[in-house]
């Protein structure tokens, strides 16, 4: 069997933050390569970069040296509109702590990046197209008896299931999590990885960041980040 393509590719990265006085230096020369429908789970202690490399892979922060590009485009160079695209509808996030709007709705929070990535005609022209998605990831995840729920109304689970129907409405082609379920149970975490897991199968590729052993070893592949650089 070949290889499927590369879909993302870190080469070199380089990050550092400016601390009064002082820099504290993260990323020294990463290296990452990711194939269309992999699950890739990067681990390392904590402070050892692993939030900083998901941010600059997914466009939400850039590094100082080094190159990141999807599917061969070069996301430092996107000009703003495609970085926004690219954060908003090839990218999907998910969080450690959710970031759920508490005034939105379940099904409101899930539909909203259709909402976002529109002009206001666009939006008028595909909202039902977009709520019949948004129907289908609340059913899918499990949600549908939750949908007219707001957020603090809903277990931990329950809400980490709606960051990842958000996560998943525009169909990104990369999902991007960080350390999805360090603030659950076990159990709880564990069928959010279930989830992860049944994504996969159906094609979705996703990078994992995780500090836990046991997350990691739910995906196919491990990366270790020790002192700013990948292990190995
Ligand atoms: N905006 C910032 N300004 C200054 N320093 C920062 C900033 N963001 C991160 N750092 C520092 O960079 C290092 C790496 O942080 P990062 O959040 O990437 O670690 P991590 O591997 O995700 O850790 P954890 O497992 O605890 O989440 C830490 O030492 C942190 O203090
Ligand atoms: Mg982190």
């Known amino acids: 069997m070949s290889e499927s393509p590369v879909i993302l590719k870190a ?3 380089h990050k550092s933050y400016r601390m009064g006085a002082t820099r504290v230096v993260v990323l020294k020369g990463v290296d990452l ?3 269309e429908g992999e699950f890739v789970a990067i681990v390392g202690a904590s402070g050892s970069g692993k939030s900083t490399l998901l941010h600059i ?3 939400l922060d850039r590094p100082d ?3 990141v590009q999807f ?3 070069d996301v430092n160079r996107m000009s703003a509109r495609e970085l926004n695209r690219y954060r ?3 990218v999907g996030f998910v969080f450690q702590f959710y970031h759920l709007l508490d005034e939105l709705s379940v099904r409101e929070n899930v539909v909203l ?3 976002i990535s529109r002009s206001i005609t666009g939006w008028l022209m595909m909202r039902r197209r977009a709520r019949q998605r948004g129907e289908e990831l609340l059913e899918q995840l499990g949600l549908r008896e939750r949908a007219r729920h707001k957020p603090y109304q809903l277990s931990g689970g329950e809400r980490q299931r709606v960051a990842i129907g958000r996560a998943l409405m525009n169909q990104p082609e990369l999902l991007l999590a960080d350390e999805p379920t360090g603030n659950l149970d076990s159990t709880t975490g564990s069928g959010i990885l279930n989830v992860f897991d049944q994504l996969n199968q159906a094609g979705q590729t996703i990078v994992l960041v995780t500090h836990d052993e046991r997350v ?3 995906a196919q592949r491990i990366v270790t980040l020790v002192d700013g650089r990948v292990k190995g």
């Open 11 to 13: 080469q070199n990265v």
């Open 33 to 35: 390569l990711v194939r």
């Open 57 to 59: 892979l997914g466009g």
């Open 65 to 67: 040296k080094g190159l």
């Open 71 to 73: 599917q061969g485009r």
């Open 88 to 90: 908003n509808e090839t």
């Open 113 to 115: 990046p259709a909402m």
């Open 216 to 218: 990691a070893r739910r």
